[in-house]
């Protein structure tokens, strides 16, 4: 089976501790992003690309793994577990690639909502961090 190049790309990017310039060419332009805390859609590559940065250092590290992914042309599903402050979080990665390979649009659903909660946190932590 082969798999998506941008799929590779993810996981290549991922595993390797999130380098912000390759995730900078991973996105498309007019990327959006769909936070599980945000209610409205993040467009535009920079945005996209503050959220999914801070996202892979507060979710990725040690504990994470993607645990199966399920694949159809230009989208993926990977579903993902990890842990933050001993507590379990289960999610969801929704990813299309536009006809360039590039990620235009990235969904992240989370739970519990202990999880939900501790994300939005980490991740406010991180956003404001990134802003200074």
Do not use: C
């Not at 936070?35 to 590559?45: C, K, L």
């Not at 989208?75 to 006809?99: C, H, K, P, S, Y």
């Amino acid at each position: 089976m082969s798999t998506h190049p941008g799929l590779a790309a993810w996981h290549a990017y991922m595993a390797d501790g999130g380098d912000p310039q390759a995730l900078h060419g991973l996105l498309a332009e007019d990327a959006i992003f769909h936070s599980p805390v945000v209610h409205t859609p993040q467009a535009g590559r920079d945005k996209v690309f503050a959220y999914l940065h801070a996202a892979s250092h507060v979710l990725g590290g040690e504990h994470f793994r993607y645990l199966r992914e399920i694949v159809d042309g230009d989208q993926a599903m990977l579903e993902f577990q990890t842990e933050l402050d001993g507590i379990q979080i289960n999610g969801v990665d929704i990813i299309r690639w536009n006809d360039e390979g590039k990620i235009s649009d990235f969904k992240v659903m989370v739970r519990p909502l202990k999880a939900i909660n501790k994300v939005w946190e980490k991740m406010g932590e991180m956003l404001a961090a990134q802003a200074r």
